[in-house]
């Protein structure tokens, strides 16, 4: 039986209702499950909260022994962003790889697996996928999380990947809705804005957003960012003319809006928390994500009672905030039913689609060289992610390059991590190149944005020796500093090996260069099967 809130009174469980809260540590805090008593409906997981799959299925259990219905949210995109896998990189690779391979059915099939894992821990609401075209190359925070610069490829892909999550019990999440990838800044630090004309925007980034409706994603999140053409004022998540009219009305979507991180400078450094939260759920959202940096009990409280004390002040409409609470409810009772068809669906033949069974379209020509196949086995579920980032390989060679045959010498050239990255998940090919290829080494160079790269690759030839070399990059095209660098280590050493592990804008190079179209583990594993002769 579900527990409801004792000693609180409709308005403040109401409040409650609405906000998805994070915490610290692996266990339930006390205050949370407090919190859940008497009314608190969601909870969102973040790296921080998740040892192993064993450890975060007893967290997820401690939640629903509070409360039976509650959602547990989690910010799970596979690729560069994972939770479920901060500290050993992801077993699937992300958008970017899943565009490039340009095979729905593989992407349905990735994103079923992962949903699968998810619910198998207990998380049934993923902050998934990422809708946004990526249509700015230079864009620092959207880059591998999206399918793709191509509107309709970013579109179908968008659809499956809501298809196949759903189908796993997980509602899917489509974000930044009205569209993140014209941005030039990362709402994490300050507010983008986007100055395009409503037809341009009806066009490429809605698109997407519209598929992801006709697929039926249950939740869409909100961006922090102003759209001048659809509201010159106020950034979306606070914005009744994005959220209402445009997103509700005009493309009538009926499910759960969640704002975006109401702790990212884009809203707490222009608005305040507590003022953000109450204008969103007056535009529209019905429930307020906080907690990636802001996660302890004062933070829920001073949510509340700003809304409460919103609504008693007849700034927020008493009738507008219970019908977020019930939205939020609803969410929960379809997560609970879908769950019980996923697994009876599981416990059936042919549960899911399968791999192996797919074909698609490889994406744009190899100038010289191959493309890596998806391999024997394909159509193993729980190698679908490894199967998906080979298929997703970009493999160019020069008429002079000769295989690896010795243990090289790894020189990553490491930008800054955003965000919604963070640094606390290893990426490159240096693990997986020591498995295949013991004794390999490795060393890490930041010139940082106002460095010089011809300072650093002496560093990195120095390191090296007389060894092999392999590079590996993160987006060369936005870092001046990793091109110059680039540039003096293939001048000194022509048979550098290039691996490309961010959106691949710049001219393939080197003797071997492989594009993985993300940095997820899979994709350096994938990366160094090639570099190894495998």
Aim: glycine share 12%; with cysteine.
């Amino acid at each position: 039986m579900t527990t409801l809130a004792s000693g609180t009174d409709t308005l403040t469980r109401d409040a409650l209702t609405v906000l998805q809260p994070g915490f610290t540590g692996t266990s339930a805090p006390d205050w949370l499950l407090r919190r859940l008593g008497e009314g608190l409906a969601s909870v969102g997981l973040f790296g921080r909260n998740i040892a192993s799959p064993a450890q975060l299925g007893r967290l997820t259990a401690q939640l629903r022994a509070e409360r039976d219905d509650v959602l547990v949210a989690i910010d799970e995109e596979g690729g560069d962003v994972t939770r479920l896998e901060v500290r050993t990189g992801s077993s699937f690779p992300g958008n970017h790889a899943l565009g490039a391979v340009d095979d729905v059915a593989l992407t349905r099939e990735v994103a079923f697996e992962l949903g699968r894992r998810l619910a198998e821990c207990g998380v049934n609401l993923n902050w998934a996928p990422s809708a946004d075209v990526n249509s700015n190359p230079g864009n620092p925070v959207i880059g591998v999380r999206s399918f793709g610069a191509d509107t309709d490829l970013v579109a179908r892909h968008t659809a499956a990947y809501v298809t196949g999550l759903q189908a796993a019990g997980v509602a899917a999440c489509t974000k930044h809705f009205p569209g993140h990838g014209d941005t030039a800044v990362d709402s994490h630090h300050a507010l983008p804005r986007i100055d395009v004309d409503g037809s341009v925007l009806h066009a490429r980034e809605l698109a997407p957003f519209r598929a992801a409706i006709a697929a039926g994603s249950r939740a869409v999140m909100s961006a922090h960012i102003l759209v001048p053409a659809l509201d010159p004022d106020r950034p979306a998540t606070l914005s009744r003319r994005v959220l209402t009219g445009l997103l509700r009305e005009e493309l009538g979507y009926q499910g759960l809006i969640v704002t975006d991180g109401m702790e990212m400078q884009a809203i707490a450094g222009t608005y305040g928390i507590e003022r953000g939260s109450v204008l969103a759920i007056a535009a529209g959202a019905d429930a307020i994500c906080v907690g990636g940096g802001l996660a302890d009990d004062e933070t829920v409280r001073r949510l509340r009672d700003a809304l409460v004390s919103a609504v008693r002040s007849g700034e927020l409409a008493e009738e507008r905030l219970a019908d977020a609470a019930e939205r939020v409810r609803a969410l929960a009772r379809w997560t609970a039913s879908a769950s019980v068809s996923a697994q009876a669906s599981a416990a059936a033949p042919d549960a899911a689609p399968d791999a192996a069974s797919t074909s698609g379209s490889a994406s744009g020509g190899v100038p010289i060289g191959m493309r890596a196949g998806a391999g024997p086995g394909s159509g193993a579920g729980h190698d679908i992610g490894l199967v998906a980032a080979r298929r997703a390989l970009t493999v160019t060679c020069s008429e002079a390059y000769e295989p690896v045959g010795e243990p090289p010498f790894v020189a990553v050239l490491t930008p800054v991590a955003n965000i919604a990255v963070g640094d606390e998940t290893p990426w490159g090919v240096a693990a997986e190149l020591a498995r295949l290829l013991p004794g390999t080494e490795t060393g890490s160079f930041a010139g940082g944005e106002g460095g010089n790269g011809e300072e650093t690759a002496p560093a990195a030839l120095t390191a090296a020796g007389d060894r092999r070399i392999v590079a590996v990059v993160r987006d060369e095209h936005r870092h001046a500093w990793m091109a110059s660098a680039l540039d003096a280590l293939l001048a000194a050493r022509p048979d550098t090996i290039v691996v490309e592990m961010g959106v691949p804008q710049a001219t393939p190079r080197g003797a071997l260069h492989i594009a993985t179209h993300g940095a997820a583990r899979v994709c350096g594993r994938a990366a160094a099967e090639i570099i190894a002769g495998h």
